[in-house]
């Protein structure tokens, strides 16, 4: 019976360690008993966003569709057909 040699998978190159990370921004994390979420704080107690969302905060905006389909009947009116959620800062 032949032996080979163990080989690690060629996607293992490109595993790198973790980037290095510092001290976090926040001082206090809290949880808000009305919506269950965490909600962080500086240490002047007030309230930080963490992260590319907003601190609890959002806005609903709605998408429209509508317009001609080249049936030759001109364009239909535009219609709000779905609702999005978008976070916004603080």
């Known amino acids: 019976m032949a ?3 163990q080989v690690a998978p ?3 190159r490109l595993v790198t360690d973790r980037l290095a ?3 976090p921004t926040y001082a206090r994390v809290a949880l808000d ?3 269950q979420t965490a909600r962080y704080f500086d240490s002047a ?3 930080i966003e963490m ?3 907003g ?3 959002t806005k609903n905006t709605a998408s429209k569709s509508g317009g001609g389909d080249g049936d030759g009947n001109g364009p239909r009116p535009q219609t709000e057909d779905d ?3 978008d976070y916004e800062s603080d």
């Open 51 to 53: 992260g590319k969302h």
């Open 10 to 12: 060629w996607a293992m």
């Open 3 to 5: 032996t080979h040699a």
């Open 21 to 23: 990370s510092g001290a």
């Open 83 to 85: 609702t999005n959620t």
């Open 33 to 35: 008993a009305a919506t």
């Open 45 to 47: 107690g007030q309230p």
């Open 55 to 57: 601190t609890n905060k």
